[in-house]
């Protein structure tokens, strides 16, 4: 079997992505994982096909897509009306828009904090700064050190808009590079909060969340993420230009969206699309 082959810095594959065989992939950090696990199973069935995989976040792939410097853009976000204009202005057309999985946005708190649910809200003051103890949100006596994505990260400005109400996040907010990194700090932090996909959970614990006061605490479960009842949900995307989707892409994403890709998204710990929305 030939070695599937990573690569770690923007390429031109515009040209050669086009042609049957060779597959480039740039965008959201979140999907990462999810990713680079299709592109290894896909790979290891059809031999012939090499799939170059990237992260850097949801906007550097948007970036890549209307450059066509990618064929396939990851997006834990869906696109924004300034991105699509600049596709159709580099391409000619609307890319097309795939949803590929569901996701559970979760909020992470050290495994040591005694507290177990907030309310959306509460979230929100966090975030922005308003809360700054655990003690404010019925925990310890304890700063709350935040940690959040960078800004061209999909989940950060999710989060923004979702959560935050389109509020900036507090000055004190420490940047990361990626889920995995948010993590591994919270892990270490008693006092650390940080937010992103369900499938990073290792490490540290996620938080129920509630509406409102009135609402119930609810956990990123697949039950709560696909029937909406966990507040935080999003879909996770792929992006393409029409004029690429046939042939071996065309493929690759019909395989995506299939029962065995789908099984994918699952076992790295995201939620499958229910079979309705597979289609386009």
């Known amino acids: 079997m030939k070695k599937l082959l990573f690569i770690v810095a923007l390429t031109m594959a515009a040209t050669a992505g086009a042609l049957a065989g060779n597959i480039s992939v740039i965008g959201s950090d979140t999907m990462l994982i999810l990713a680079q696990k299709w592109a290894e199973v896909y790979h290891g069935q059809h031999a012939e096909t090499k799939i170059q995989v990237n992260g850097g976040g949801s906007g550097i792939g948007f970036a890549a897509l209307q450059n066509q410097t990618t064929d396939l853009c990851d997006a834990s976000r869906s696109a924004k009306s300034g991105e699509i204009a600049n596709c159709i202005k ?28 907030l309310t959306v809200a509460q979230v929100g003051d966090i975030f922005t700064g308003k809360l700054k103890n655990w003690k ?35 000055a004190s907010a420490q940047t990361m590079q990626g889920t995995a990194a948010i993590i591994q700090a919270v892990a270490k932090d008693k006092g650390g909060i940080g937010y992103g996909g369900a499938g990073y959970g290792a490490g540290a614990k996620h938080l129920a969340i509630k509406r409102d006061d009135s609402s119930p605490a609810i956990d990123p479960t697949e039950e709560n993420v696909v029937s909406h009842a966990y507040p935080i949900w999003r879909y996770l995307y792929i992006y393409v230009n029409p004029a690429l989707d046939r042939g071996e892409i065309a493929s690759y994403l019909n395989w995506i969206r299939s029962d065995a890709g789908q099984k994918i998204v699952k076992d790295v710990g995201y939620f499958p699309i229910p079979a309705n929305l597979r289609s386009n």
Not at 147 to 161: A, L, P
Request: net charge negative; no cysteine; charged share 25%.
């Open 136 to 170: 404010d949100v019925g925990g310890p006596d304890l700063p709350i050190t935040l940690y959040s994505r960078e800004n061209s990260s999909g989940s950060y400005e999710f989060f923004k808009s979702k959560v935050l109400n389109g509020s900036d996040f507090a």
């Open 90 to 117: 580099a391409f000619g057309k609307r890319p097309t828009e795939y949803k590929v999985a569901l996701d559970g946005l979760s909020v992470y708190v050290n495994a040591d904090n005694g507290i177990k649910e």
